[in-house]
């Protein structure tokens, strides 16, 4: 899953696609490096990142998904939003990537209606209030039942457990500790429940808190690190900003630990 920031403000990339035609050529130079879905968001979720109105997100983020459809790229939808999924869906998303895992109360029937495959990520807080001050009991186990809660909840709504990712939220309310622990344990214990896993690690703070101060576009090699060790707990989809260093090691990684013969 390619990473495609329609904003001004996200931690990586922010503002360098924010124009419709900077962002379709990148969305379409992440399909052709080898990614099987371009995540499109028009809304920052780094840590503080402030509010976006639903019509700027929709304006955002539609005639991008719109272009990417039309030259056969398949695109999920980064939104928490109902309306914009609905708008995106309608130009063609094949996903929604909710980081709320559907806490807008009209997304899960949009979601159902649609027939998309469907992301539930975990997150203490929100973006705003998310890192103030992360705590958990035991994280590995509070992120997996709130995942189930959330699953059972979208296939109540007529979503089909086949349709259903589950995302334990790298970063997202969570401290070095607490990510740490989700990708060595929490990651095998998503995997064990039958639910494909997705992970996103890619440039992420906690490598800096690791590395020391590191620039946001300097840390592909340790997001790789990161991805691999995902992999051999059970992740089967990566969410990534540098998808050719993604793809080679996770078919590297794939070799190794689930070969084919």
């Given at each position: 899953m390619g990473v495609l920031n329609v904003t001004p403000d996200s931690f990586s990339d922010g503002g360098r696609f924010l124009a419709v035609d900077a962002a379709i050529a990148h969305g379409m130079d992440l399909w052709k490096h080898g990614a099987d879905i371009i995540d499109v968001g028009g809304e920052s979720t780094r840590p503080g990142a402030p509010e976006v109105a639903p019509d700027e997100e929709a304006a955002r983020v539609v005639p991008v998904v719109a272009a990417l459809v039309a030259a056969g790229v398949t695109v999920s939808i980064d939104t928490s939003k109902a309306v914009v999924a609905a708008a995106a869906i309608e130009v063609g998303a094949a996903v929604i990537n909710d980081v709320t895992a559907l806490s807008d109360p009209a997304m899960a029937p949009v979601a159902a209606a649609s027939g998309c495959g469907v992301v539930l990520m975990h997150m203490q807080g929100t973006p705003r209030t998310m890192q103030a001050d992360p705590r958990y009991e035991d994280v590995v186990a509070e992120v997996r039942d709130h995942l189930l809660r959330r699953a059972q909840h979208a296939i109540a709504s007529g979503i089909p457990r086949s349709r259903i990712c589950l995302d334990?939220?790298?970063?997202?309310?969570?401290?070095?500790?607490?990510?740490?622990?989700?990708?060595?344990?929490?990651?095998?214990?998503?995997?064990?429940?039958?639910?494909?896993?997705?992970?996103?690690?890619?440039?992420?703070?906690?490598?800096?808190?690791?590395?020391?101060?590191?620039?946001?576009?300097?840390?592909?090699?340790?997001?790789?690190?990161?991805?691999?060790?995902?992999?051999?707990?059970?992740?089967?989809?990566?969410?990534?900003?540098?998808?050719?260093?993604?793809?080679?090691?996770?078919?590297?990684?794939?070799?190794?630990?689930?070969?084919?013969?």
């Open positions: 334990p939220g790298i970063g997202f309310g969570k401290t070095l500790a607490h990510n740490l622990d989700l990708i060595r344990f929490g990651v095998p214990a998503l995997a064990a429940t039958g639910y494909p896993v997705l992970i996103g690690v890619s440039r992420k703070s906690f490598l800096e808190k690791i590395l020391g101060p590191i620039a946001p576009q300097d840390r592909d090699t340790a997001s790789v690190a990161a991805q691999v060790l995902a992999i051999a707990g059970g992740a089967t989809a990566l969410r990534a900003h540098s998808v050719v260093d993604a793809l080679r090691s996770a078919r590297v990684a794939d070799a190794i630990v689930r070969p084919t013969s």
